[in-house]
């Protein structure tokens, strides 16, 4: 299942490269970074970490031999209902306080144990993303149902 799943998954990080490499310019008319040049940087290294992992995969695997062990469905409802739940907050509290929710219940679930690791990262990479986004680049957050005052 793991193997399948990396599949699908380098099949949408190809095609996302793509569309960045296809629809999306570089540089601006003014010589300036485009709208290509975030997505292809993401793209590209979406695409290699997850043919490694795909790699990774095959081997264990063929190491294992064909036979492995059953499918945990309840991972893969659990991480369904995980996407679907982010979504919702997404839509209500807007990119960062959704992340910082979103991270820190997935984290809680799939981290066990690491509470001092989970806070930190559930802080950090969204904060990460709204200075880089937000004050760096000067792109908006995605909006908010109840919007924040900073």
Known sequence: MRLTFLL???AGAIFYTYIAFVDLSF?????????GFFPRIVGVIAVIFIAWSVFDAMRDRSARGL???GSNWSDVFVLIS???GYAVLLRLFGGF??????????LSILNRGRHVQNGILALTIP???YLLFDKLLNANMPPAVFDLPF
């Open 8 to 10: 699908v998954v380098l």
């Open 27 to 35: 540089m601006t008319r003014s010589g300036r970074l485009g709208p």
């Open 67 to 69: 036979g492995g062990t």
């Open 82 to 84: 995980l996407a679907i």
């Open 97 to 106: 306080i959704a992340t910082v929710l979103y991270l820190a219940i997935a």
């Open 127 to 129: 904060g990460g993303v």
